[in-house]
């Protein structure tokens, strides 16, 4: 019931959108790429069976903190295959440079039929999203599949929190859904309660940026 409101709601927005879009296609050559990905779910068809970890960064912050996850998981497990999905066109192209031998793309945009398609294309066992991606779409079809799904290096600034408790029965169910809500601090972490997370779910880890720092 939740997926189909949803996707109605998106397309209206899309709608409503479009003016800028198109211009940001046209002037600023924003948008252009990756339309099969983000609207259908047509990323690469993962061929192995191997072990899968599906990790999403939105652009270019996000994704330079994947480096110390992907190393600690190859030292952990050689075996299992990482793939990397991004938002944005410069996120995209510094995933592609900076992990080449992982499968990147762009994600999905939170239509149910875009996630079905990418789901069914990688078969992951764990969805790792980076931060602040929460897509109700995305985490409640995980969850329905039985693939664990977990928020690391999770943020929740004021004007975030506020926006989300304005619709906190999806949130609050979205929030449920995950099997873990790694945080950067306290104040995040009782946000996240505040929005419906379970006690067991949040833990807080501190920030990823700092591992694997060097120091003198």
């Not at 479009?18 to 252009?32: C, D, E, N, V």
């Not at 929030?175 to 006690?199: C, K, P």
Request: net charge positive; charged share 20%; glycine share 8%.
């Amino acid at each position: 019931m939740w997926g189909y409101g949803l996707n109605l709601c998106y397309v209206l927005l899309l709608v409503l959108l479009s003016p800028y879009l198109l211009y940001g296609a046209i002037r600023k050559k924003k948008y252009r790429n990756g339309w099969a990905e983000k609207f259908l779910g047509h990323c690469p068809h993962r061929q192995t069976r191997n072990p899968c970890i599906w990790l999403h960064a939105v652009s270019v912050g996000e994704v330079q903190l994947l480096a110390p996850l992907l190393e600690e998981i190859a030292q952990r497990d050689p075996t299992v295959e990482c793939v990397i999905s991004t938002t944005t066109q410069t996120g995209r192209a510094l995933a592609g440079k900076k992990y080449p031998q992982h499968f990147v793309f762009y994600c999905p945009l939170d239509f149910t039929w875009a996630v079905r398609n990418a789901i069914r294309r990688i078969r992951p066992d764990l969805l790792v999203l980076s931060e602040l991606e929460l897509w109700p779409n995305l985490i409640l079809t995980t969850h329905r599949l039985g693939i664990a799904t977990a928020v690391i290096n999770g943020r929740l600034g004021e004007k975030s929190f506020r926006g989300y408790r304005r619709l906190q029965p999806l949130v609050g169910k979205m929030l449920r859904s995950l099997d873990m809500i790694a945080v950067q601090n306290t104040e995040y972490a009782e946000r996240f309660l505040d929005l419906g997370a379970a006690t067991e779910q949040v833990k807080v880890t501190g920030s990823i940026k700092f591992d694997g720092a060097e120091s003198d």
